[in-house]
């Protein structure tokens, strides 16, 4: 009986490394879910925008799209969530143009028409600041707005925390993926996540005001995340919490709009 435990014990030891393994090997798979377009794909929106391809530093060429207003206070630099494409995130842009923003969206590597695959943390925050330095071409930081839905908060804390824009917006952060982990698969050692994305660590850096959005009824990215964030506020940052609201659909979201609109007004 006292063989049988141990062999039991030792071929789900095996298992399990065997399972983490896996999960270290393909976690690309289970954090991003890209749409891919055909490079002769044709956007179609009713506003007025730009299709930008920005070189990455090893060559890859990057695809964006800038939504222009006819009167602009200045831009959103957009960082979506880690599923579909432009073709899709294109459409949130029309809630910041209409209150006189442009609105810059860019693909990840991998997603829309963007070149390459992600395979690396430092990679993809390259390829945000690489975005951010030629849209500083033509907005100075005075004017620009970073904002960051889901996996884009990390992201957008990160480049925020690194450069001066005027203001950072986070729709649904999480705390970090690895807190994210611990939260929802405890059993799964954090050593083998690549990707930390530590929101938390990137909000102490920032210099500039910050709002968070938050959904009481996410189901994707716990509402604690927003609230642990908080411990990391400075006096002028705020939580606003969005009753009711789930993961999906806070851009459509009438107490966001009205909120955002106060912020904008009086930024």
Excluded at 120 to 126: I, K, R, W
Excluded at 134 to 145: A, G, M, T
Excluded at 192 to 197: P, R
Excluded at 252 to 266: A, V
Aim: with cysteine.
């Amino acid at each position: 009986m006292e063989k049988f435990l141990i062999n039991s014990l030792i071929i789900i030891l095996v298992i399990y490394i065997l399972v983490c393994g896996l999960l270290y090997i393909f976690q690309e798979k289970l954090i991003f879910f890209p749409q891919k377009l055909d490079k002769g794909y044709l956007f179609q929106f009713e506003q007025k925008f730009e299709e930008k391809n920005i070189k990455a530093d090893d060559g890859t060429i990057l695809n964006g799209l800038l939504f222009r207003t006819d009167s602009s206070k200045g831009l959103i630099f957009y960082l979506h969530g880690n599923a579909g494409s432009l073709s899709s995130w294109g459409y949130v842009a029309k809630t910041y143009t209409d209150l006189n923003y442009d609105v810059f969206i860019l693909d990840y590597r991998g997603y829309g028409k963007s070149e390459g695959t992600i395979d690396g943390q430092n990679q993809l925050y390259g390829d945000i600041q690489t975005a951010y330095d030629e849209l500083k071409k033509e907005y100075s930081e005075d004017k620009i707005i970073v904002l960051g839905y889901s996996i884009g908060t990390g992201l957008a804390s990160k480049v925020a925390s690194e450069n001066k824009p005027k203001l950072l917006i986070l729709q649904a952060p999480y705390y970090s993926l690895t807190d994210m982990m611990r939260h929802s698969y405890s059993i799964i050692p954090t050593v083998i996540l690549k990707y930390k994305f530590e929101t938390n660590k990137h909000l102490k850096d920032c210099k500039i005001p910050v709002i968070i959005f938050h959904g009481d009824s996410d189901e994707v990215i716990y509402y604690g995340s927003s609230l642990k964030l908080k411990d990391e506020f400075k006096s002028k940052d705020k939580l606003i919490i969005l009753r009711g609201q789930g993961h999906n659909g806070m851009t459509d979201n009438e107490d966001y709009r009205n909120k955002l609109k106060q912020i904008l007004r009086d930024e």
